[in-house]
């Protein structure tokens, strides 16, 4: 009961502040995607004195919430028309994967780094189908991972 909100919003006084956490509050699908964004684990240990470098930091956070989103939107929009699911970690079939499901497709990926006369050169495993199926569906390629000068 003793909580306090902080409102911010663009429309003017079409709403109480009331009616505004109450229309906040059933809008899961908002919340649902900045729940990583106060994940203590991201922000929790970042100490910034200034207030242009906490400005900064919350437009970085936004946009690595942008990307998030429409990584997430492309690869279940793409799914849509598919029959096949991704398989995603756990060995999971889904059609309508998390965000975070698509990122951990990204973890256990291994790069074979070789140094040679006429420069080092670098290798993907081939063993990374859904991760592979995955970038395609995002509009990347596999080659992302070992030719990171090229232009995609």
Do not use: H
């Amino acid at each position: 009961m003793a909580q306090c909100f902080v409102l911010i919003s663009n429309i003017d006084s079409e709403f109480s502040a009331y009616d505004l956490l109450k229309e906040y509050k059933q809008q899961s699908v908002v919340e649902n995607r900045f729940r990583f964004i106060k994940n203590p684990i991201y922000v929790g240990p970042i100490w910034l004195k200034k207030k242009g470098r906490l400005e900064a930091m919350c437009y970085v956070i936004l946009l690595a919430l942008a990307v998030y989103i429409i990584l997430q939107q492309r690869i279940r929009n793409t799914l849509l028309q598919e029959e096949k699911p991704l398989t995603v970690t756990g060995k999971k079939k889904s059609f309508s994967p998390t965000g975070n499901k698509i990122l951990e497709l990204f973890r256990p990926v291994k790069i074979v780094y070789i140094e040679e006369e006429d420069g080092a050169k670098r290798f993907l495993l081939k063993r990374y189908l859904e991760l592979n199926r995955a970038l395609e569906m995002i509009g990347f390629d596999l080659d992302l991972f070992v030719n990171p000068n090229q232009t995609f």
